[in-house]
């Protein structure tokens, strides 16, 4: 299974980003698809998440400014992401869980994409 990321870049406080995660090498029917990020010296952390289905998780510090989509057709995930701020600046992974629950902890994922930085400068 491979994981392309794609979609970072740098973007004044206030703008918006969307990033694209491309799944390949498996059937990802009734998996769910997710983004982590990692800030500088901190550890991962949950962004969000969708089923094969649809149903949607977010850290709930996210919500609102964030928005997770896949097109199973495509067997791709995306994150709209929305007034963002210099405290986003991180390097975005997008990862895949052999489940259909949802989960925010990244060892229960089980791929993981090479990471895209998004930098939001003030």
């Known amino acids: 299974v491979q994981l392309q990321a794609s979609g970072g870049g740098l973007v004044q406080a206030g703008g918006s980003l969307r990033l694209s995660c491309a799944a390949s090498?498996?059937?990802?029917?009734?998996?769910?698809m997710g983004w982590f990020r990692q800030l500088p010296g901190k550890e991962r952390e949950f962004v969000a998440a969708?089923?094969?289905?649809?149903?949607?998780y977010y850290a709930d510090s996210l919500k609102g400014r964030f928005t997770i989509s896949r097109d199973n057709a495509k067997n791709t995930v995306y994150l709209q992401m929305n007034m963002l701020e210099p405290e986003d600046t991180a390097v975005y992974y997008c990862?895949?869980?052999?489940?259909?629950?949802?989960?925010?902890?990244?060892?229960?994922?089980?791929?993981w994409g090479q990471g895209t930085q998004v930098t939001v400068s003030s």
């Open positions: 969708i089923s094969w289905s649809g149903n949607r």
């Open positions: 090498g498996g059937t990802f029917s009734n998996y769910v």
């Open positions: 990862a895949v869980r052999s489940s259909k629950y949802g989960s925010n902890r990244p060892n229960e994922y089980d791929y």
